[in-house]
């Protein structure tokens, strides 16, 4: 008599579980064809691919996945690790949130800091530009002297003089076009701040945890490294803002130094010391700004130098 095909699976998978009783063991596994075996033991060519352990009633008590391929793996290490990302920026975006609800009551109170940070831009380019005016008229007087000069050396100091004025006043422009452009950053920032503290108020902290990291994924990264003083970037940009240091005893020095980079640019931070001819030690900070070759963007140092004559500490 023929048995039927589904009666005839069912009654080898009864005898099999009959003869794994003693071992409690029996696996099944599927080959290429995407046909399910089962046997006490799994031949070689398919442990690799994946099987289940059942006990005596059939039950499946262990499961092995299929070994992973190469590609697999890395595409797998790279979803971990975009996930371990993704959580530690959820977590930065949980303390800010922390950090703004417990800082301001109100949106009023964020409209008070924004206006106050404002002011305190506005008055560094009025005195930015009062400065840019003085030094428009030096240059005015210098190059009407310059006309009037005849002997080769004294008109070599006032070509001299001269070029210095030009050189501060680029800066000056380029500190107050700055400042113009970090007055719209600081209205911006608050502004976001405020959307995000509305977004707070009404749904929590946590509640918007994912749209928090998806908002975030585009910022920069700001990655720093400790310097070596005797590093010779660290000695050049000592020597940069060695002018603007008044009534020294000796050379500036650095005690620290950092190297700051971020995603489309990178600065030394120098912390320096002066010591005046009074004796008493001056705590400076100097930083600059480098070129894709890492060396000493001295343009966009000179910036940073005219926004620090400012006092440009907003």
């Not at 911006?188 to 503290?197: I, M, P, T």
Request: charged letters at 30%; aromatic letters at 4%.
């Amino acid at each position: 008599m023929m048995l039927k095909p589904k009666f005839a699976l069912a009654m080898s998978l009864a005898l099999l579980l009959t003869q794994a009783v003693a071992r409690a063991e029996l696996f099944k596994w599927v080959d290429e064809k995407g046909v399910t075996h089962y046997g006490d033991r799994i031949p070689p060519e398919y442990s690799k691919q994946g099987n289940s352990q059942l006990n005596k009633r059939g039950i499946t008590v262990r499961k092995v996945d299929p070994a992973l391929t190469a590609e697999e793996r890395r595409a797998r290490q790279e979803e971990e690790l975009r996930l371990k990302d993704a959580l530690k920026q959820a977590e930065a975006q949980q303390r800010e949130d922390l950090a703004l609800i417990n800082t301001y009551s109100t949106e009023q109170e964020i409209d008070l800091a924004r206006d106050r940070r404002v002011a305190q831009i506005d008055q560094i380019v009025s005195q930015a530009q009062t400065q840019s005016l003085e030094l428009d008229k030096r240059v005015a007087s210098v190059t009407d002297a310059l006309k009037r000069v005849k002997a080769p050396n004294a008109k070599a100091v006032q070509e001299q003089e001269l070029a210095a004025l030009d050189k501060r006043q680029g800066a000056m422009r380029a500190a107050i076009a700055k400042l113009r452009a970090d007055r719209q950053d600081v209205i911006a920032h608050f502004e976001q701040d405020k959307l995000r503290f509305r977004e707070i108020k009404a749904n929590g902290v946590t509640s918007t945890r994912l749209a928090a990291v998806a908002r975030r994924s585009g910022e920069d990264r700001v990655s720093e490294l400790a310097l070596n003083l005797t590093d010779p970037i660290v000695s050049a940009c000592v020597n940069e803002w060695r002018e603007t240091v008044s009534n020294l005893v000796g050379a500036p020095y650095a005690v620290g130094a950092r190297l700051i980079g971020r995603s489309n640019r990178e600065e030394v931070v120098v912390e320096g010391r002066a010591r005046s001819n009074v004796g008493q030690s001056q705590v400076r900070r100097w930083t600059c700004p480098l070129t894709a070759d890492r060396a000493i963007d001295k343009k966009e140092t000179d910036v940073r130098k005219a926004l620090a004559s400012l006092g440009a500490q907003y």
